[in-house]
């Protein structure tokens, strides 16, 4: 085990038995108690050791399925010792600190260590969208701070500056990449109880109610829609650059010699590692995108298949009416059907009037049908193909969707100067896509192009005017559709 090893840093900061707590049958009561202490301690970081001991009683009161090892105080009838044994296995963990000032004077201590624990833990348990959807906030925030072009640059940045800027851009990058993940995880949460689901019923529910609310769109909504994607891009570049060039290098490299006290040449190559770690995860916001839409794609698949079992394959609708005609087919066998006219029936049907075909008339007549709907899942074999359609089907209902991304290239495209004008009669759209950027620009007053800058501009039609005589509104032809005139002016 070498001494920049991960476990040799670790066991070096912290005792070997500080995990085993989470490794007992009563983890649950250990981690509950932490946390309550932790919380009632706040930013002190210490309360009574008596107020500690009656934390974990009442902690114990609310568990009281858990069963405790004999030196957990399981031979113990009293409840005040039981949570003294308790507590005294938090100390041995150094999850908690008995400091004893005098003799009636006794403070239970927070353990440093114990906070990143409790963090840690604490961000496996999250499951809420909205606390984890937040990444977007964070990327935009190192967006808009390497959008200003003189925030890496060596002759306007102070060594220490620099340092700071590139350690909390790495930093809020990683915060944001740990967060999309968690967003990676609620869909795996969702997978999980897709599989348990009980019923087609539950599995529909899922899929649409649950899961298809849009909530779980917020790769598409956050990075695409909002333009993020293309100034993630600029912003990758520039940090590229930047390591390409000798002075940024050694600028950062003084700042972390002078900040830390490392040797020159540990400080040079310490710097150059920050700088392309800031590179990587600026890259790896789309990677895990990406793999969150093969996730969503996974679970679509993954429901068709199961409702697709629990109605053909293991429904008990058709196994009880299978049961059903073979008892009657036991009951009368050898007799007619006319003969049955008189017999009772075994219930009454809900409907205000019936008739059973029989004979020459239960006969099927031929008949001119439309075809039937197919309305089946697809029983492809072939998993990844499947997947590919679907992430394919995704793909292309993005790409029709009207985003001010696309009104923004008409915009630039049309007017190359503020304050210019262009009307529909002025220009024909020729393709789909065409169309729809005309339209996006209906639907949107601004947005952020592909090099970061900021297009802003304002529709405003004839209806305005002749809005009480529609027949006098003049149309225009637009990619085989006729539309009402208006025109498009940018302001920035």
């Known amino acids: 085990m070498t001494r920049d090893s991960l476990s040799h840093r670790l066991l070096d900061s912290v005792s070997r038995d500080f995990f085993r707590p989470l490794s007992r049958a009563s983890a649950a009561l250990y981690i509950d108690c932490a946390d309550r202490i932790a919380d009632t301690a706040g930013d002190s970081g210490r309360i009574p050791q008596a107020d500690a001991i009656a934390v974990i009683r009442e902690t114990l009161a609310a568990h009281p399925g858990i069963l405790l090892d004999e030196d957990e105080g399981a031979l113990l009838r009293d409840a005040r010792q039981r949570a003294g044994q308790i507590f005294n296995r938090l100390c041995d963990a150094r999850w908690i600190e008995d400091q004893q000032l005098g003799l009636h004077e006794r403070w239970a201590l927070v353990s440093p260590g114990l906070r990143p624990l409790l963090r840690l833990l604490r961000e496996l348990a999250e499951d809420e969208i909205a606390e984890l959807t937040t990444f977007a906030d964070t990327v935009r925030g190192v967006c808009e701070t390497l959008e200003n072009s003189e925030v890496l640059d060596p002759r306007f940045r102070e060594p220490d500056e620099l340092r700071a800027t590139v350690t909390d851009l790495n930093a809020r990058l990683e915060n944001a990449v740990i967060q999309l993940h968690g967003v990676e995880k609620?869909?795996?949460?969702?997978?999980?109880?897709?599989?348990?689901?009980?019923?087609?019923?539950?599995?529909?529910?899922?899929?649409?109610?649950?899961?298809?609310?849009?909530?779980?769109?917020?790769?598409?909504?956050?990075?695409?829609?909002?333009?993020?994607?293309?100034?993630?891009?600029?912003?990758?570049?520039?940090?590229?650059?930047?390591?390409?060039?000798?002075?940024?290098?050694?600028?950062?490299?003084?700042?972390?010699?002078n900040h830390y006290g490392w040797p020159n040449d540990e400080a040079y190559a310490r710097g150059e590692r920050s700088l392309r770690d800031l590179e990587r995860r600026l890259a790896a916001i789309r990677l895990v995108a990406d793999a969150i839409d093969a996730r969503m794609a996974s679970f679509n698949q993954l429901s068709q298949q199961r409702y697709r079992y629990q109605t053909e394959l293991r429904g008990r609708r058709p196994e009880i009416i299978k049961a059903y005609c073979d008892a009657l087919n036991a009951m009368h066998a050898g007799s007619r059907v006319g003969a049955m006219r008189d017999t009772a029936p075994d219930f009454q049907p809900l409907v205000p009037e019936m008739r059973c075909f029989y004979g020459v008339e239960s006969l099927a007549r031929t008949r001119r049908v439309k075809s039937p709907a197919d309305l089946t899942f697809s029983q492809s074999a072939d998993r990844e193909h499947d997947e590919d359609d679907t992430l394919a089907a995704?793909?292309?209902?993005?790409?029709l969707a009207l985003t001010p991304q696309r009104a923004a290239r008409l915009v630039a495209r049309l007017m190359d100067q503020v304050a210019g004008s262009a009307?529909?009669?002025?220009?024909?759209?020729?393709?789909?896509?065409?169309?729809?950027?005309?339209?996006?620009?209906?639907?949107?007053?601004h947005a952020t192009t592909a090099d970061g800058r900021t297009v802003r501009w304002k529709v405003d039609g004839t209806r305005r005017q002749a809005g009480m005589e529609p027949e006098s509104i003049p149309h225009d032809e637009q990619a085989g559709w006729r539309m009402e005139r208006f025109a498009i002016t940018r302001h920035a």
């Open 186 to 257: 609620l869909i795996s949460m969702f997978d999980q109880r897709q599989r348990a689901s009980e019923s087609p019923a539950e599995t529909l529910r899922l899929l649409y109610a649950e899961f298809g609310s849009g909530q779980h769109m917020v790769c598409y909504d956050a990075l695409r829609r909002n333009g993020l994607l293309p100034r993630l891009q600029m912003a990758r570049t520039k940090v590229a650059d930047c390591r390409d060039q000798p002075l940024v290098k050694e600028r950062l490299a003084e700042g972390l010699a």
């Open 394 to 399: 995704l793909r292309e209902r993005q790409r």
């Open 423 to 445: 009307c529909t009669s002025s220009f024909a759209a020729s393709s789909v896509d065409e169309m729809l950027d005309l339209l996006a620009t209906a639907a949107y007053d």
